[in-house]
């Protein structure tokens, strides 16, 4: 989760890898019960925001597309 927060902050970061990172980010917390992220607890809105910039910032891009929801 820390080299994906990190990407997220930067503002230098390419679109792809930044949209990819929000992507990863929010899927951390999907109910599949398959988490890889580590343990850090991400509040829910944050990761509506994550969603929202998303959404909105890379829309349609690869990542964009491929999220429906957040968690």
Same mark, same amino acid.
């Given at each position: 989760?820390?080299?994906?927060l ?26 599949s ?7 850090q ?8 925001? +994550?969603? &929202? %910039? !998303? =959404? ?6 690869? +990542?964009? &597309? %491929? !999220? =429906?929801?957040?968690?």
């Open positions: 989760m820390d080299a994906y990190k990407v997220i902050a930067d503002p230098q970061a390419p679109p792809e890898d930044k949209s990819y990172a929000l992507y990863r980010a929010i899927y951390c917390y999907a109910p019960g398959m988490n890889d992220c580590g343990t607890e991400i509040s829910k809105a944050t990761r509506k925001a +994550w969603f &929202t %910039q !998303l =959404k909105t910032e890379f829309k349609g891009s690869q +990542w964009a &597309t %491929q !999220l =429906k929801y957040y968690w």
